[in-house]
């Protein structure tokens, strides 16, 4: 079945520290991939998306994400990060198999803190 | 820059009630999804809906639900009888076509069933 996992629950990070957050999926077929991010009371915007090519992704606001086949995963980064990233950041991956319109599967979220 | 739009920001009712769950999709996007998240839970995948009918639906998605697209841009989610458990956050989405195009969110309704 697919699924996606997002290990961390809560992350606090430093303002102007490095962020990774984890994300591993379960797919059968090749995935495609995004990363949202959900602040309190908005709804959720997209980050980022890997469809195909470079396996490194460049997002909004700084982030990154980098695809591994052989990990399965797609965790998301950013050199430094700011007060205005504490969020709510979702992975997902989008169905592409046949005949599906798309509709995505989501992790459980990681929420991130950031320290001044 | 256009965005999805979604009526009430919050809705109240009564176990047994019905409820109408409204979303305007940007206006020149072809598919249009509904998905729910529960307090303290991951985002769910209710259904997608596509050339007026709906293209898939997960097993959440019962005879009590149902989806609408009354004129050329609303896209409205009925829950016919609540239950408790119906209690979440909705999101409506939608996207012009095609699986690799980006789903654009609204910013959500929470609903309560008291």
């Known amino acids: 079945a697919q699924s996606v996992t997002q290990p961390d629950i809560h992350i606090t990070v430093s303002e102007g520290a490095s962020l990774e957050l984890r994300c591993n999926y379960s797919?059968?077929?090749?995935?495609?991939l995004f990363w949202y991010v959900q602040s309190p009371g908005q709804g959720l915007q997209l980050l980022l998306k890997?469809?195909?090519?470079?396996?490194l992704v460049q997002g909004i606001k700084g982030f990154e994400a980098e695809f591994k086949r052989s990990q399965s995963s797609f965790n998301l980064r950013k050199p430094s990060v700011h007060w205005s990233d504490a969020a709510e950041y979702f992975c997902?991956?989008?169905?592409?198999?046949?005949?599906?319109?798309?509709?995505?599967?989501f992790g459980k979220g990681t929420k991130l803190s950031v320290k001044p | 820059e256009p965005e999805v739009t979604q009526t009430p920001s919050h809705q109240v009712t009564q176990m047994g009630q019905e409820v109408i769950l409204r979303c305007v999709p940007i206006?020149?996007?072809?598919?249009f999804y509904w998905y729910r998240q529960i307090l303290g839970q991951k985002v769910e995948f209710l259904v997608s809906?596509?050339?007026?009918?709906?293209?898939?639906k997960s097993e959440i998605f019962d005879d009590q639900f149902s989806v609408e697209r009354p004129d050329g841009s609303n896209f409205t989610l009925k829950i016919r009888s609540t239950k408790l458990e119906d209690s979440a956050m909705y999101f409506c989405?939608?996207?012009?076509?095609?699986?690799?195009?980006?789903?654009?969110f609204g910013p959500g309704t929470r609903l309560l069933v008291l």
């Open positions: 997902a991956v989008g169905a592409n198999y046949g005949g599906s319109q798309g509709n995505l599967i």
């Open positions: 989405a939608s996207k012009r076509q095609g699986p690799q195009e980006t789903q654009y």
């Open positions: 797919y059968g077929a090749t995935p495609y």
């Open positions: 890997y469809f195909s090519g470079d396996t």
């Open positions: 206006s020149n996007h072809l598919y």
């Open positions: 809906f596509y050339n007026n009918e709906i293209s898939e």
